[in-house]
Nanobody
Framework: QVQLVESGGGLVQAGDSLRLSCVASGRTFSYYNMAWFRRAPGKEREFVAAVTWSGASTSYADSVKGRFTISRDNAKNTANLQMNNLKPEDTAVYYC?????????????WGQGTQVTVSS
C-alpha cells in the first residue's frame, strides 16, 4: 500500500502559477505510476497528467498541455504538478493517484485532494 498527501493548492489569479506536490509513504515509491486528476464543482473527475514509475514517460489532458508539467523524484517519494498560466477553468480539487506499474485500469490509491481556485 501507499499513502498520498497533496499540498500546494491555493487561490491565485488568472495567469499565475502554482506547484502541487504529492508525498507518498508506505511501499517503495518507484513501484507506482503516478497521476493527477481534478474535479471541478458540478463536474466529473477528469484526468490531468500522468508519469510512469521511472519518469521516462508523461501524458497530459489536452486542456493542460503546454501549461502543466508533471514530474517525480523517486529519491524524495514525491510527484509534482507545475501549473503555469492558470485559467479560471482550472479551478478544481486536485488529487494525486498511484497505480502499481504493472497494473492497468483505474488508479488504486488516492490522496485527499488540494483545492486550486483561479480568479479572473
Amino acid at each position: 500500500q501507499v499513502q498520498l498527501v497533496e499540498s500546494g493548492g491555493g487561490l491565485v489569479q488568472a495567469g499565475d502559477s502554482l506547484r502541487l506536490s504529492c508525498v507518498a509513504s508506505g511501499r517503495t515509491f518507484s513501484y507506482y505510476n503516478m497521476a493527477w486528476f481534478r474535479r471541478a464543482p458540478g463536474k466529473e473527475r477528469e484526468f490531468v497528467a500522468a508519469v510512469t514509475w521511472s519518469g521516462a514517460s508523461t501524458s497530459y489532458a489536452d486542456s493542460v498541455k503546454g501549461r502543466f508539467t508533471i514530474s517525480r523524484d523517486n529519491a524524495k517519494n514525491t510527484a509534482n504538478l507545475q501549473m503555469n498560466n492558470l485559467k479560471p477553468e482550472d479551478t478544481a480539487v486536485y488529487y494525486c493517484a498511484a497505480r502499481p506499474r504493472l497494473a492497468s485500469g483505474d488508479y488504486t490509491y488516492w490522496g485527499q485532494g488540494t483545492q486550486v481556485t483561479v480568479s479572473s
